[in-house]
C-alpha cells in the first residue's frame, strides 16, 4: 500500500517553455501533498505544500507564479514549472500524506533538465 | 543553520558489518523519521521515532533519539550491498495536524562493498 507516481520520470525543455508534473497516491487518499527539490548530492528542500482543494503554502523564496501547483483532488497534484530555465534542472519529489498519519509517502521523482 | 544535519557525510564499509549514522537538529521536534534514497530515486520511509521514545526497531534496522542531545542515530546491522544508499533523517517540528511539513538533513552516503 501507500504507493505514490510521478509522471515523467524525466524531462528534457528548452528554455522559456512550461512543464508540467503529476503527482498521485495510487492507492489511498492524500489530503496533503508535498513538493520537493534536489540538487545533485544534496538534501530535499519543500517547495510547497498543498492541501485538497486549496490554495498550495509556498516556503520562503519559492515563487508561486513560477512554480504553479494544483491539488484538483485527493488523489492528484501538479506542479508546472513556468517559463523553464537551465537553473531550474533539478530532481522533483512529491510526497502524501493522510491525516490520520504523520508519514510522508514519496514519489520516484522527476528529472527535469532544461536545456 | 540546518535542521536536520547527519553525520558521517558518507560512510564506506564491508558486508557483513554494521553501519551507524547520527542525525542532530535544533529545535524542539515531534518526530524524527529516517529515509532512504537510491542513486536518482525516490525516498523510502524506514523509520519513525516519536519524541517520547527513546529507542525503536525494524528488522536490521535500530533507532534511537536523545531529546535532550536533539540528536539520533541509525543502526543497520549486518550490513548488505543491496544497503548502499543514501540515508536521511527527518525532523517534524510543526504543530501537527494535516499542515505537518518534514525537514530534511544533508544526508549520508552509505557504500557497502561485497
Known amino acids: 500500500g501507500a504507493v505514490v507516481s510521478q509522471h515523467p520520470s524525466w524531462v528534457i525543455c528548452k528554455s522559456g517553455t512550461s512543464v508540467k508534473i503529476e503527482c498521485r497516491s495510487l492507492?489511498?487518499?492524500?489530503?496533503?501533498m508535498f513538493w520537493y527539490r534536489q540538487f545533485p548530492k544534496q538534501s530535499l528542500m519543500l517547495m510547497a505544500t498543498?492541501?485538497?482543494?486549496?490554495?498550495?503554502?509556498?516556503e520562503q523564496g519559492v515563487e508561486k507564479d513560477k512554480f504553479l501547483i494544483n491539488h484538483a483532488s485527493l488523489t492528484l497534484s501538479t506542479l508546472t514549472v513556468t517559463s523553464a530555465h537551465p537553473e531550474d534542472s533539478s530532481f522533483y519529489i512529491c510526497?502524501?500524506?493522510?491525516?490520520?498519519?504523520?508519514?510522508?509517502?514519496f514519489g520516484p521523482g522527476t528529472r527535469l533538465t532544461v536545456l | 543553520s540546518q535542521q536536520g544535519e547527519e553525520d558521517p557525510q558518507a560512510l564506506s564499509i564491508q558486508e557483513g558489518e554494521n553501519a551507524t549514522m547520527n542525525c542532530s537538529y535544533k529545535t524542539s521536534i515531534n518526530n524524527l523519521q529516517w529515509y532512504r534514497q537510491n542513486s536518482g530515486r525516490g525516498l523510502v520511509h524506514l523509520i519513525l521515532?516519536?519524541?517520547?521514545?527513546r529507542e525503536k526497531h525494524s528488522g536490521r534496522l535500530r533507532v534511537t533519539l536523545d531529546t535532550s542531545k536533539k540528536s539520533s542515530s541509525l543502526l543497520i546491522t549486518a550490513s548488505r550491498a543491496a544497503d548502499t544508499a543514501s540515508y536521511f533523517c527527518?525532523?517534524?517540528?510543526?504543530?501537527?495536524?494535516?499542515?505537518?511539513?518534514?525537514?530534511f538533513g544533508k544526508g549520508t552516503l552509505l557504500t557497502v562493498n561485497p
Open positions: 510526497s502524501c500524506a493522510t491525516g490520520s498519519t504523520d508519514t510522508q509517502y
Open positions: 498543498s492541501n485538497e482543494g486549496s490554495k498550495a503554502t509556498y
Open positions: 492507492d489511498f487518499q492524500a489530503t496533503t
Open positions: 521515532i516519536r519524541s517520547n521514545e
Open positions: 527527518a525532523t517534524d517540528a510543526s504543530g501537527g495536524g494535516s499542515n505537518y511539513k518534514l525537514t
